[in-house]
C-alpha cells in the first residue's frame, strides 16, 4: 500500500478534460493507495460553501467515493482557501494545516502548499495575508454568490496577468525560507506545489543531506509523488 502526494489541479469548467483525467487517475490507482493528499489548489477558485462546483462536482464526488478505504487529506492553496471543514467532510476529507509535519513510513515529512516559501514576492505575500483574514472572508460571504464568483474571475485575471511581468526567481521558493523550515520542524523531507516546477532537490544543512519534492500541476501531464516502504518516487503521469 502506498501514499499518494497530488497538488495544482486547478480544476474548472473550463478544462473538462483535466476533471475526467483526475477521476480516471484515482479510480485507477485507489485500490492501492491507503492515503492521499491534495496539497492546495485542487480547484481554480472556490467562492463559499454555496459554491457550484461548475464542471468540477465529478471530481469531489470520486473522493467521496474513495474515502470509505483511502484516508484523504486536504491543505488550502491559494486558489481554494475558502473550502471549509464542512465541504471537506461531506466529501470525505480531513483539512488539514499549512504547513503539516506528519510521520510516514519512519519519515518525518512536512507538507505545505508552498506559497509560504516564496518570501521573496512580497506583493503576493502581502495579499495572502489579507485573504486569509477571518473578516476579509467573514466580509466576502456577505456578499451574493454571484458577486463572489465575478470577484473570483477578477481575481484570477489579475494574477495571471501579474505573474507575466514578474521574474522567475520571484514566482520561486527562496532557499533560506526552505532552510528555516527544516530546521524548525525538524523534517527529513518537505513536499508542495504551487510553483509548477516537479523535481526533487537536495538540501544540504550543516552535514545533512534533506530533501525538498516539488510536486507538478495538472495540463497535459503531471508529477505526482509515490510513497511507501520502499519506495520515495516523484512520478511523472500522462493525462488523457
Known amino acids: 500500500m502506498e501514499t499518494v502526494f497530488i497538488s495544482d489541479l486547478h480544476l474548472d ?8 483525467c483526475f477521476v480516471k487517475f484515482i479510480t485507477d490507482r485507489s485500490p492501492t493507495m491507503e492515503n492521499l493528499y491534495i496539497l492546495g489548489d485542487f480547484v481554480e477558485s472556490w467562492v463559499g460553501d454555496d459554491d457550484p462546483a461548475d464542471g468540477v462536482i ?4 470520486i473522493l467521496k467515493y474513495i474515502s470509505k478505504k483511502t484516508k484523504i487529506y ?3 492553496g491559494n486558489r481554494d482557501f475558502m473550502i471549509s471543514s464542512k465541504i471537506c467532510n461531506k466529501y ?10 506528519v510521520n510516514l513510513y519512519d519519515k518525518r515529512v512536512l507538507l505545505m502548499h508552498g506559497d509560504t516559501l516564496c518570501v521573496d ?9 489579507l485573504v486569509r483574514n477571518k473578516s476579509w472572508q467573514t466580509q466576502m460571504m456577505q456578499k451574493s454568490l454571484e458577486e463572489r464568483l465575478k470577484i473570483a474571475n477578477d ?7 501579474e505573474t507575466t511581468y514578474k521574474d522567475e526567481f520571484i514566482m520561486d521558493v ?12 525538524g523534517a527529513d523531507i518537505i513536499i508542495h506545489g504551487h510553483t509548477h516546477r516537479p523535481m526533487v532537490h537536495k538540501v544540504k544543512i550543516d552535514d545533512r543531506e534533506f530533501r525538498r519534492v516539488v510536486l507538478g ?8 509523488f509515490v510513497l511507501d516502504n520502499k519506495n520515495f518516487e516523484l512520478k511523472e503521469i500522462q493525462l488523457k
Open 13 to 20: 469548467k473550463t478544462r473538462p478534460n483535466t476533471t475526467k
Open 58 to 61: 465529478d471530481a469531489f464526488e
Open 74 to 76: 486536504f491543505m488550502h
Open 92 to 101: 470525505g476529507m480531513e483539512l488539514i494545516n499549512d504547513p503539516q509535519l
Open 121 to 129: 514576492d512580497i506583493k503576493y505575500q502581502e495579499f495572502r495575508k
Open 155 to 161: 481575481l484570477r485575471n489579475k494574477s495571471a496577468n
Open 174 to 185: 527562496n532557499e533560506n525560507e526552505v532552510k528555516k523550515c527544516f530546521v524548525k520542524s
Open 217 to 224: 500541476d495538472w495540463g497535459s501531464k503531471s508529477h505526482i
